[in-house]
């Protein structure tokens, strides 16, 4: 579940449709593109800031993967460098770890980077040497656990447990079953300690299945995005949430090969399923595909109020080209945003490009911090919300 930054983005408002709920305790709403009202900002968000991380020769950052706050410190992973950066918290540079190599303390690729606050150390999940590497802050690398001869499959992304272990997941793509399809705790060594999920679709796509995150409440949000439902991990699995979507979703494709299901994709014929999602607290923000090629639509999920506002199909090719998935639009603006996972307490952070469209309430903010200068001389900005 990892993203690009793309910036000058013409987008339009969301739209809302209403919700219900069955008598059990899983919450099902109703997805509906039809519908019409709008969502600002202001509905689940108390205060912006901005920073802007400081561009030095050593702190060329090509694109945000992660970033965490930790010990008064932004963390930035950005897997186009293969480098962990650190920030103050007025966004001055600080310190980098580049330890790409193929010594047993290096890593050949950046796949995932986790933080484990409890030791304050950064964890590095290296697939093509299949290990984990683990790194204080000073960039010295303090533990490598590998899981080369335990786990011999694939596994396509990875979150650390409090316990030390590890959640990941795989899924049966195309017309074959194999044996690794779903969620399970794994040890850092690759030893499977139990499955969480499995799952019975064979999935018509090879895009990621799962998004993983850590929420406020310090449990893990697994947004399972084909089945459409929202679950969170605490040890135990539980879903919150069941989407009722009007329209054909990934399950009218299940067992379809790939090669099959993709002219489908270019002659426009897709089906509303999820591309993306992420959880804001009491929020779930996600990105749907439409029913023609080139339109998405976006939706906000209020848990406390079972409650979820659905936008208008979006056209997301513009003059300058494709939209970068997963950007995300909010109020009744032109502003252009795109979510970054975040252990902010009660908030998420927003990677911004100087020449992004704002909303006027913080144009001022952000032209303050740009001063004139030249987006292709700048790092991105982030800019910080503070969720009610």
Known sequence: MRRLLFATLLLLAFVGCSANK???????????????????????VKDVEFVNLELTDDSVIKRVNELFFYEDKYIVADHGSDAIYM???????????????????????????????????LIVKDFSSKKFLYYNLAGECVDVQSFKENCTHYFQDAINLANGNFLCYEFAHGIQRHSYDGIWEMTPSGDIVRWVLRNELIHPTSSPLYAMAYNTQGNVSIMNIEENSDMEYDGELKTIVKYDV????????????????????GQG????????????????LSKWSGEERDFVFYSLYDTRKNSIKVGPKIDFTTANGAQCYPSVVLGNTKEAIEVIPSNLKD?????????????DKYASAAEKLLDGGDVEQMNPILQIWKIK
């Open 269 to 284: 014929k897709m089906f509303n399923t999820r591309q993306w999602a992420y959880n804001l607290g009491r929020y779930t």
């Open 22 to 44: 069955n008598s059990g305790e899983v919450a099902v709403v109703e997805v509906n593109p039809l519908s019409t009202d709008v969502i600002p900002l202001s509905s689940f």
């Open 347 to 359: 908030a998420i952070v927003v990677p911004l490009y100087a020449d992004t469209f704002l909303s």
């Open 87 to 121: 920030f103050d918290k007025q966004g001055k540079y600080l310190s980098k770890i580049a330890r790409k190599g193929r010594a047993n303390n290096e890593y050949l690729n950046l796949d995932d980077v986790m933080l484990d606050d409890k030791r304050g150390l």
């Open 246 to 265: 009007k329209g054909k979703t990934a399950k009218d494709y299940a067992g379809m090969n790939n090669t099959d299901y993709a002219p489908r994709w």
